[in-house]
């Protein structure tokens, strides 16, 4: 099967402006999380989406990031202005569902330098 | 969501087999325990899962004792390639789902 796309792979920006990551999950997938992985750490949760709708965002900072998955498919994740502390890995991933026995397959993330 | 306690680092040579042990003393009566490895520029990957006792797979073992507070991973011979951070997880779904920071596992020749 085709795992989970992200785009773009890299992006450099300066600080204020905006960005957009993209990500296509597994076909047939109905929870998809976006995560924030800064150097050394492990990914932090930002938003779990249950189909179109949101299960979990209380770690996203509502102020400059958003997030979206419309027809409960593909989503999209904005950061508007973006900050220094922003440069990070924004890792997508998806699950069967939101049970124990579906593992999360992650892509391999946009990895975005602010500068 | 139980927290995990997890060394930050392991070294290992090629050909050896790497145990790394994971702590969860508030491990809840539902969580299971499941591992993912992450290599360098990649998403994390899922490994191993399990409640009790031990199981197998093609890549790893994971052993998990009577009281649950705590689990191994078991990485038999390990090669170059098994460099890489490993994560310890103890849930029972995926809501509001953390990972830890990890072991820094470092396979040397």
């Known amino acids: 099967e085709a795992g989970v796309a992200q785009s773009p792979r890299y992006k450099i920006i300066e600080k204020r402006q905006s960005v957009a990551f993209w990500c296509n999950p597994i076909?047939?997938?109905?929870?998809l999380y976006w995560y924030q992985q800064i150097l050394g750490q492990g990914p932090k949760l930002l938003i779990q989406?249950?189909?179109?709708?949101?299960?979990?965002d209380s770690q996203l900072p509502k102020d400059r990031f958003s997030a979206e998955r419309l027809k409960g498919v593909d989503s999209t994740l904005k950061i508007q202005p973006a900050k220094l502390e922003d440069s990070a890995v924004y890792l997508c991933?998806?699950?069967?569902?939101?049970?124990?026995?579906?593992?999360?397959?992650f892509g391999n993330g946009t990895r975005l330098t602010v500068t | 969501l139980a927290k995990t306690t997890q060394p930050i680092s392991m070294d290992s040579y090629e050909g050896q087999e790497v145990n790394i042990t994971c702590s969860h003393n508030?491990?809840?009566?539902?969580?299971?325990i499941t591992w993912y490895q992450q290599f360098p520029s990649q998403g994390p990957r899922f490994i191993i899962q399990?409640?009790?006792t031990k199981v197998t797979n093609e890549v790893a073992s994971l052993f998990i004792p009577a009281d649950r507070k705590s689990s191994t991973l078991s990485l038999p011979r390990v090669s170059l390639s098994d460099t890489a951070v490993y994560y310890c997880?103890?849930?029972?779904?995926?809501?509001?789902?953390?990972f830890g920071t990890g072991t820094r596992l470092q396979v040397f020749p």
């Open positions: 991933a998806s699950s069967l569902d939101r049970l124990v026995d579906s593992p999360l397959h």
């Open positions: 076909s047939g997938h109905a929870t």
């Open positions: 989406f249950q189909n179109n709708g949101v299960v979990d």
């Open positions: 508030n491990i809840a009566t539902n969580d299971y």
């Open positions: 399990g409640y009790k």
């Open positions: 997880l103890a849930f029972y779904n995926t809501d509001k789902l953390i």
